[in-house]
Structures are given as structure tokens and as C-alpha cells.
């Protein structure tokens, strides 16, 4: 079982910014794709952004791109999403998952093997 533990989560003001981490222990964390999920209250879950394993390939859903940037330490087996420009409508409970796969372009919770517990963002306006 994989554990990945997400932080960096809190309340911050319209405009503002917040840094995700996912960190998990597990040395093969590094050798597969990453992403980032959001739910917001009484929604579906949905895909935010995603990395391959080399950090080299990324992937945003429309409405973060240009203001969100995922990124990953290999070394330190850590997956960042930083968030600028924060709106009210990007409050949600943000989880990261490890992917069954090595590469980008999976957007499915399918797709997904492994999550965390989740952290909450709360943009006020």
C-alpha cells in the first residue's frame, strides 16, 4: 500500500496564493505519473493537473491553466501544486493520486492506483 500524505492546504484570501505538497515514503513514488483532484461541497470530484514521472510532461484542466503549476522533486519524492491567482470557486478538498502509469494524459480517477487523505483550500472573497 502506498501512502500519500498532502499539506499545504488553508484559507487565504482572493487573489492569494497556496503550495500543495504530496509526499509519499516510498521510493518508487517517483517512477510514476502524479496528479492533482479537487471536490468541492456536493460536487464530483475533479481532475486539476498532472505530471509524468520525469516532470518533464504536464497537463491542467481549463480552468487552472495559467494560474496552477505542478512540479515534482524526484529526489525528495514530493509532488507541488502551486496555486496563484486563487478565486472563490477553487475552494475544494484537494487529494493527490499516484497513477498505475508512468506518463501524462491520464484525467480519470481510474486511472489513479493510489490517493491521499486530502487537504482543504478555502478561497475567500
Known amino acids: 500500500q502506498v501512502q500519500l500524505v498532502e499539506s499545504g492546504g488553508g484559507l487565504v484570501q482572493a487573489g492569494g496564493s497556496l503550495r500543495l505538497s504530496c509526499a509519499a515514503p516510498?521510493?518508487?513514488?517517483?517512477?510514476?505519473?502524479v496528479a492533482w483532484f479537487r471536490q468541492a461541497p456536493g460536487k464530483e470530484r475533479h481532475f486539476v493537473a498532472t505530471?509524468?514521472?520525469?516532470?518533464?510532461?504536464?497537463a491542467y484542466a481549463d480552468s487552472v491553466k495559467g494560474r496552477f503549476t505542478i512540479s515534482r522533486d524526484r529526489v525528495k519524492n514530493t509532488v507541488y501544486l502551486q496555486m496563484n491567482s486563487l478565486k472563490p470557486e477553487d475552494t475544494a478538498v484537494y487529494y493527490c493520486?499516484?497513477?498505475?502509469?508512468?506518463?501524462?494524459?491520464?484525467?480519470?480517477?481510474?486511472?489513479?492506483?493510489?490517493w491521499g487523505q486530502g487537504t482543504q483550500v478555502t478561497v475567500s472573497s
Open positions: 493520486a499516484r497513477s498505475y502509469y508512468t506518463g501524462s494524459g491520464y484525467y480519470t480517477e481510474g486511472e489513479y492506483a493510489y
Open positions: 516510498e521510493r518508487t513514488f517517483s517512477m510514476y505519473a
Open positions: 505530471i509524468n514521472w520525469s516532470g518533464e510532461s504536464t
